[in-house]
Each structure stands twice: as structure tokens, then as C-alpha cells.
């Protein structure tokens, strides 16, 4: 049987005296997705930046390929992608020139290759020399996207992926997170109100101040008015 | 070896495209000459001491402002956690930091060097020439450590102000082995005679730049 990719246990993280995360329990699986919901200041972003080993937690553990993510060597913060809030892009450089920098972080063979190749599936590829800061908030968040998922990360950690992006790059979005999950990567995800992927069967977990509440049946949240759908509409 | 030179040409390409740090370093080069020139009065003190004293001055003010520069523009839309994120050695990120804070300080040198013969009247001659061993130590010590500080200050509120109160304190050993050193070749003095103000700033590059390396990854992550 295949290890989780992802174990939390008893995690907790607090900013001064303030409490983000309470007792977060939470293990994942290769090729499965999994929604985090909550509202605003809930802690869904503080979670996955302490799965990227970005923070650390206050007590407790976040396993992420059996390692600590407190100490998360070069070759396991390889397989890991993640769309923030923030792009992680320069503004002065074109499209391409970000991806093609990023591509060589990740020692991607062809980085200029790869680059064009990223452009074209989240449809930049006719912006690829235009500056990232000429682009729109939803064009940033697609060229976001790529940047995540160009080293093909064995788990994705997207905060609120299809935020501001239009009917075209969600289900360009979409489709790149239905493609990762096919290919055996897990994906972590966080939203407000949870989209229905097409194709893709997503556990969703709620996130209420700091506390993980166990999984939610998905026919709670659509009761809730929580899942919005990508496609058709 | 990629990383490094992946991180550092971007900072180039940036630099190249916006031309601000080089410009900025420049600019306030020749400011700080410039008020020296008319606040002191060159004809009580030895002309190759106030010029010596004004170059560092310069280039004290430059290199904060190089280093700031460097790592400002990976606070933009938090690109710093995208390197974070990736493979790149925290360290190896701190030595293409720390090259380019050193090319950006380097160019702002000769325009400073430049300015300062023109402003105290000294010749382009040997002694000029002397002095690039002398500021190429200078410069590498500062740069390691106003590059490491702005890792730190650059995380709070305020940091740009906060940067020069950390960084001179720290840098007054070298500074005062850089003016003794500058001044002395200035004058012709060889610099083989400069022997102990010249170790003690390959002591403090050392110190620093090692620091700097095994530091940096606890000082530019978020905890």
C-alpha cells in the first residue's frame, strides 16, 4: 500500500497569543484531492504554507513524504507545488521569462521549452514576451498556475485557485488539477464554497476557527449552498 | 551551480531592464561627495583623508541601499516563498544575493571613485589603481552583511531605517581599516605598508560572508 503523502498530527499554530490552528488531524493520499473550506481567517492559508514548509508549526507535525516540513531537504520541496495568494511571479520579466527562471530552480531539462509548452496550456502563449505586470489578476493567476505545476509536483497546495479567474481559466485550471491527480499527484485545495471538478472526486473538509472539522458529506455543503460548479455555466 | 546562476542572472535582467538600484547608487554617491565637499574644509586636513573618509561614507550609503534593492524585489508578490519553495540551497541563494548586491556596489564605486578625484582634485594615477583591492574588500564585507541584515529587516515594519542603525555599528571595524587603508594609498603609500588594515578587512569578509551563508535561511524564512 501506497504511504500518505500527507500526515498531520495535532497540529496547532498560533501568532503571538492568537490561535490560527487548533488539533488539525489530516493524512492524504497519492492521486487523491481533498477541498479545505472555511471562511476568511479560518487558517486555510496558514495550513498550506506550513505544508510547504513555509512556516512552522507551533506544536504538533505536518509529515509531507515522511519528512518533517519543519526540515524539508531540496528533494522532497521539489515535488511540491503551490498557487498562493501572491503569484510568486516578477512583474518585470515577460510570462516566459518567469516560468523559464522557475523551470531552472527546478533544473527542468529545455527550461525555454518547457516555458512555451506551460504557456500554451494555460493559454498565454500569445502574452508569453508581455510583462507579468501589464497582466490581469486572473491572466497572473493562470501564469501562477503553470509556475506550480511546471516541475509536475506529487502535491499540489492551491489556496483559493480559482480566485478571480473567469469561466475559461477555471476550467483551464480545472482540467490541469484533474490531469496532476490522474497522474498520482495529491492536491490540497482551499475555497470558500467548493467547485465541482468534473471527473475528480474531491474530499472536503471544513475549517472553522482553527479547528479541522472531520470530513464533511458533500451533500451537507451543497445543502449549505457551498458548492459552486466550474463547468456549464 | 544553476541556482546561482538562474537567481543571479534575473537580478541582472531586472536590474538591466529598470536600471533603479545602479541609478540610485550612483545618485546618492555623488550626493554624499557632494555635501562632503562643501561641509568640510579641505584646507585644514590632508585633501587623500577627507576624499578617503568621503568615498566610504559613499559607499556605505550606497551599499545599503544595493542590498535593500536586492531583496526588495523578492518581496514583491511574495517570490521570495516561491524560492523558498524550490530546491535552491537557502545558501546558494544567499551567495547570488550577495553577487549581485556586489556588481550593483562595484559600478557605483568607480562612478564614486570617479566623482572623488574630480571633486578633491587628485590625479588618475597609480594610487587610483591602488585603491581597487582595497574597495573590492570593503565591498564584499559590506555587502555580505547588509545583504544577511536586509533578509531580517526587510520582514518587519520599518526595516529600511532599521537596516543602517544594525549595519554601520557591525561595519565600523572595516570602515575604519578601509579609510586608514584608502587614505594611505591615496597618499602612495604601497600596500604591502597597509598590511594590518588589509587583514582585518579580509577577517571581517570572511566572518561575514561564511555567516552569511550558513545564516540565511534561518533569518529569510517566515518561522
Not at chain 2, 164 to 189: C, E, M, Q, R, T
Request: with cysteine; charged share 20%; net charge neutral.
Amino acid at each position: 500500500m501506497a504511504a500518505p503523502v500527507v500526515e498531520i498530527h495535532n497540529l496547532a499554530k498560533t501568532y503571538g497569543l492568537a490561535p490560527v490552528l487548533r488539533e488539525v488531524q489530516f493524512r492524504l493520499m497519492p492521486g487523491a484531492g481533498a477541498f479545505v473550506v472555511g471562511g476568511n481567517g479560518a487558517g486555510k492559508s496558514t495550513l498550506l504554507r506550513i505544508l510547504a514548509g513555509l512556516e512552522a508549526p507551533s506544536s504538533g507535525n505536518a509529515i509531507v513524504f515522511g519528512q518533517d516540513t519543519r526540515k524539508l531537504a531540496a528533494r522532497y520541496r521539489r515535488r511540491i507545488g503551490m498557487m498562493a495568494h501572491q503569484s510568486f511571479l516578477y512583474p518585470n520579466l515577460t510570462a516566459c521569462e518567469n516560468l523559464e527562471f522557475y523551470a531552472e530552480l527546478y533544473s527542468i531539462a529545455e527550461p525555454r521549452v518547457s516555458a512555451e509548452l506551460w504557456l500554451e496550456r494555460v493559454g498565454l502563449a500569445d502574452v508569453a514576451n508581455a510583462r507579468v505586470r501589464t497582466f490581469s489578476r486572473g491572466m497572473e493567476q493562470r501564469l501562477s498556475a503553470a509556475r506550480a505545476m511546471l516541475a509536475e509536483p506529487l502535491l499540489l497546495l492551491l489556496d483559493e485557485p480559482f480566485a478571480s479567474l473567469d469561466h475559461d481559466g477555471s476550467e483551464i485550471v480545472a482540467s490541469l488539477i484533474r490531469v496532476a491527480i490522474e497522474r498520482g499527484a495529491a492536491v490540497i485545495a482551499t475555497a470558500h464554497a467548493v467547485p465541482e471538478i468534473e471527473g475528480v472526486e474531491f474530499a472536503v473538509y471544513e475549517i472553522s476557527h482553527g479547528r479541522f472539522a472531520s470530513q464533511v458529506h458533500k451533500e451537507e455543503v451543497r445543502r449549505g449552498g457551498r458548492i459552486r460548479s466550474l463547468l456549464g455555466r | 551551480m544553476s541556482g546561482f546562476s538562474a537567481v543571479l542572472r534575473k537580478d541582472l535582467r531586472l536590474e538591466l531592464r529598470s536600471g533603479e538600484s545602479t541609478l540610485a547608487l550612483l545618485a546618492l554617491s555623488m550626493l554624499v561627495l557632494v555635501v562632503l565637499v562643501f561641509a568640510l574644509d579641505a584646507g585644514r586636513v590632508r585633501s587623500v583623508d577627507v576624499a578617503a573618509g568621503a568615498l566610504w561614507v559613499a559607499m556605505v550609503f550606497a551599499g545599503m541601499l544595493g542590498a535593500n534593492r536586492a531583496l526588495l524585489a523578492e518581496r514583491d508578490n511574495g517570490a521570495i516563498r516561491g524560492l523558498l519553495l524550490s530546491p535552491l540551497d537557502p545558501g546558494t541563494l544567499y551567495a547570488a544575493k550577495l553577487a549581485a548586491a556586489l556588481i550593483f556596489m562595484a559600478v557605483a564605486e568607480v562612478g564614486a571613485v570617479i566623482l572623488m578625484v574630480l571633486f578633491f582634485n587628485l590625479e588618475f594615477d597609480a594610487s587610483i589603481a591602488r585603491l581597487a583591492p582595497i574597495l573590492a574588500l570593503g565591498a564584499i564585507g559590506f555587502s555580505a552583511l547588509a545583504t544577511l541584515l536586509s533578509a531580517i529587516t526587510g520582514r518587519t515594519r520599518g526595516g529600511d531605517m532599521l537596516l543602517p542603525i544594525l549595519a554601520v555599528p557591525i561595519f565600523v571595524p572595516a570602515l575604519i581599516a578601509g579609510v586608514k587603508a584608502s587614505a594611505a594609498a591615496l597618499a602612495g603609500a604601497p600596500l604591502d605598508s597597509m598590511d594590518a588594515w588589509l587583514k582585518i578587512m579580509v577577517a571581517f569578509d570572511v566572518l561575514f560572508v561564511t555567516a552569511g551563508y550558513l545564516l540565511f535561511e534561518h533569518v529569510v524564512g517566515e518561522g
